[in-house]
Each structure stands twice: as C-alpha cells, then as structure tokens.
C-alpha cells in the first residue's frame, strides 16, 4: 500500500513536471514565431512603429525572458 501511494506520488510530480515542461516550449515557439515575423516586417520594410524602433510589446519581451530560463533550472 505504501509504494503504491510513493509511486503515485511520483506520477504525479513526474506530471506536474511534463505539463512545465511543454508550457515553456509553448512559450518557446512562440517567441520564435514573434522573431521571425518581426525580422521579416524589418527585412521587407513593412513594420510601422514597431520595426526598426525596438519597440516591442510588453508581452513579448516577458515570453522572451522566460524563454531564456533553462527549463530544468526553473522547474
């Protein structure tokens, strides 16, 4: 009975840890998908406000900071 709840406990925060794991790579390909859209609005010259100015959103710029976190240092 005991190992059977150690080993359910264990599921559990071997789960918890996959569901961190793909949100980060989530985030990841987001912020990929952000870069190249943004590089490619620099390189045709289409980019408003946003395209040779720095200005990124606020979202952005906090996706790209958790992207930065190694996944296995922040979980």
């Given at each position: 009975q005991e190992q059977l709840w150690a080993l359910e406990q264990d599921n559990c925060?071997?789960?918890t840890l996959v569901c961190k794991v793909r949100s980060l790579g989530h985030w990841r390909l987001a912020v990929q998908q952000a870069q190249?859209?943004?590089?490619e609005k620099?390189?045709?010259g289409g980019g408003g406000r946003d395209s040779l100015q720095g200005?990124?959103?606020q979202a952005s710029m906090a996706a790209a900071a958790m992207v930065s976190l190694q996944p296995w240092v922040a979980l």
């Open positions: 925060s071997l789960a190249l859209s943004r590089s620099v390189c045709s200005g990124w959103p």
